[in-house]
C-alpha cells in the first residue's frame, strides 16, 4: 500500500514563527504536492513538485515555500506564520498515473 | 480557468436512503474526473475515476457518470449506510499542462439510522 505521512498531526504556533511541515512518501512517486483545506472553499493547491529540487507554485503560493531535496520527502514552510495560515494542510503523491494519495493532514493554529 | 462545483452540504439521509451528490465542471481542456472521500480525522481517499467521456466510475456500491454534453460528474448510491457519512469532493485534472487535481468545495453527507 501507498502511504504518505505528515510529521504531525497537530500543531500550535505563534504568529511570525517559522512553521515546517513534513510528508514523506514512501513509493518513490516523482509528483508531490501540497494544498490547505478550508471550509466551503475544498482543497486549494499551494505547491507542487515534479521532481528532487523542482517545485512550482499553485494556486495560492503566496506565505509559503517549499523544499524537496530528496525525492520521497516534501517540506511546507511557512516563514512567517500568520493568522490566515490557521488550516488544515495536506499532502499528496502522485505515480505516472492520475491517482492522488494522500496524507492524513495537520491541523495547524496559529494564535 | 478550471473550475469544479458541488452541491452545498451537508446532505442528512435515513439509512438505506438514495444519495445524489451533484458535480459540474468547467475546464480548457478534455479532463478526468474523480469523487474522493475523507472520514472523520483522515486524509483523502480515491472513491472512484473516470478518464473519458460516457465512462461510469464505481466503487463500494457508489457511481457516477462522466457526461460531457452537460459537463457534470454526478455521485450516486443506491442505498446508504451509517459509515458513508464522510466529506465527498468531485476533482478534475487536465490531460496536458499542470496535471494537479482542481478540487470542489466538498460535500459533507450526514446519514442516520
Known amino acids: 500500500d501507498v502511504k504518505v505521512t505528515q510529521s504531525s498531526r497537530y500543531l500550535v504556533k505563534r504568529t511570525g514563527e517559522k512553521v515546517f511541515l513534513e510528508c514523506v512518501q514512501d513509493?518513490?512517486?516523482?509528483?508531490m504536492f501540497w494544498y490547505r483545506q478550508d471550509p466551503g472553499l475544498g482543497l486549494r493547491l499551494i505547491y507542487f513538485?515534479?521532481?528532487?529540487?523542482?517545485?512550482e507554485k499553485g494556486d495560492i503560493p503566496e506565505g509559503y515555500s517549499v523544499s524537496r531535496e530528496k525525492k520521497e520527502r516534501f517540506s511546507l514552510i511557512l516563514e512567517s506564520a500568520s493568522t490566515n495560515q490557521t488550516s488544515m494542510y495536506l499532502c499528496?503523491?502522485?505515480?505516472?498515473?492520475?491517482?492522488?494519495?494522500f496524507g492524513p493532514g495537520t491541523r495547524l493554529l496559529v494564535l | 480557468g478550471n473550475s469544479v462545483t458541488q452541491m452545498e452540504g451537508p446532505v442528512t439521509l435515513s439509512e438505506e436512503a438514495f444519495l445524489t451528490i451533484n458535480c459540474t465542471y468547467t475546464a480548457t481542456g478534455y479532463p478526468s474526473l474523480f469523487w474522493y472521500v475523507q472520514y472523520p480525522g483522515e486524509g483523502l481517499q480515491l472513491l472512484l475515476k473516470a478518464t473519458k467521456a460516457d465512462d461510469k466510475g464505481s466503487n463500494k456500491g457508489f457511481e457516477a457518470t462522466y457526461r460531457k454534453e452537460t459537463t457534470s460528474f454526478h455521485l450516486e448510491k443506491g442505498s446508504v449506510q451509517v459509515s458513508d457519512s464522510a466529506v465527498y469532493f468531485c476533482?478534475?485534472?487536465?490531460?496536458?499542462?499542470?496535471?494537479?487535481?482542481?478540487f470542489g468545495s466538498g460535500t459533507r453527507l450526514q446519514v442516520q439510522p
Open positions: 513538485s515534479y521532481d528532487v529540487k523542482m517545485k
Open positions: 513509493m518513490d512517486h516523482e509528483n
Open positions: 499528496a503523491s502522485r505515480e505516472a498515473g492520475e491517482t492522488q494519495y
Open positions: 476533482a478534475l485534472i487536465l490531460n496536458t499542462g499542470r496535471r494537479a487535481l482542481t
